[in-house]
């Protein structure tokens, strides 16, 4: 079974440019994450998705972030524009919706995003 | 909202020791589910261990165990037997019990800030 795919690995930009990070979640994994993971620190949520739809988006920063989820499958990240505190991993993760138990989060790879 | 707090930034154990982890959170909910999670410098978040509130029993998942005192808030990663592929950042992460039935929405994961285990040859 293929893991969850993120791209790119890594990008380098300068603040105030745009960035986005795609995301293809597991197969048949209905629910998506995006986490941010600053430097020293635990991955922290951003948005979460259930098939296309939001089901929490309250630690996304709106002014500058976006994201969607069109068809229920991938997914992108989009940052615009950067600061230099957007500088992180960003993490993808996906679980399956299924009437039993906890469902486990499988993750990514991530993303480095370094913002100069 | 609840929180959890990883004390030990940094751990060290010698190659075939036990090293214990420590986690402590903060939540009003009664339902609610605790994770070990580790990565490696490659960056890939990997489940090692984890453990249902309901359920009195500790998690065990071979060389790894948990002991989870709910009434202290306390859930601590016990990594027997070290081997050098057990080096990386391990995270604990909560996660409320959401609802349990199909279409219910999943909560996120809450993780601490981390603790870095070295193992010495």
């Known amino acids: 079974e293929a893991g969850v795919a993120q791209s790119p690995r890594y990008k380098i930009i300068e603040k105030r440019q745009s960035v986005a990070f795609w995301c293809n979640p597991i197969?048949?994994?209905?629910?998506l994450y995006w986490y941010q993971q600053i430097l020293g620190q635990g991955p922290k949520l951003l948005i979460q998705f259930q098939n296309n739809g939001v089901v929490d988006d309250s630690q996304l920063p709106k002014d500058r972030f976006s994201a969607e989820r069109l068809k229920g499958v991938d997914s992108t990240l989009k940052i615009q524009p950067a600061k230099l505190e957007d500088s992180a991993v960003y993490l993808c993760a996906s679980s399956p919706l299924q009437s039993s138990s906890y469902n486990e989060q499988f993750f990514g790879p991530g993303t480095r995003l370094t913002v100069l | 909202a609840q929180t959890v707090t990883q004390s030990q930034p940094e751990m060290s154990v010698q190659e075939a020791e036990t090293v214990t982890l420590s986690c402590t959170y903060d939540?009003?909910?009664?339902?609610?589910?605790l994770f070990w999670y580790k990565q490696p410098p490659s960056r890939q978040m990997i489940l090692v261990i984890r453990q249902e509130a309901y359920k009195q029993q500790n998690a065990t998942e071979n060389r790894f165990s948990v002991n989870f005192q709910k009434a202290a808030k306390s859930f601590s990663l016990k990594i027997s037997d070290s081997q050098l592929g057990d080096a990386a950042m391990y995270f604990c992460?909560?996660?409320?019990?959401?609802?349990?039935?199909?279409?219910?929405?999943?909560?996120?994961?809450?993780f601490g800030k981390g603790t870095k285990l070295s193992v010495k040859p």
């Open positions: 939540t009003s909910e009664s339902d609610y589910y």
């Open positions: 992460a909560y996660r409320s019990a959401g609802s349990r039935y199909y279409g219910g929405s999943q909560g996120n994961l809450i």
């Open positions: 197969s048949g994994h209905a629910t």
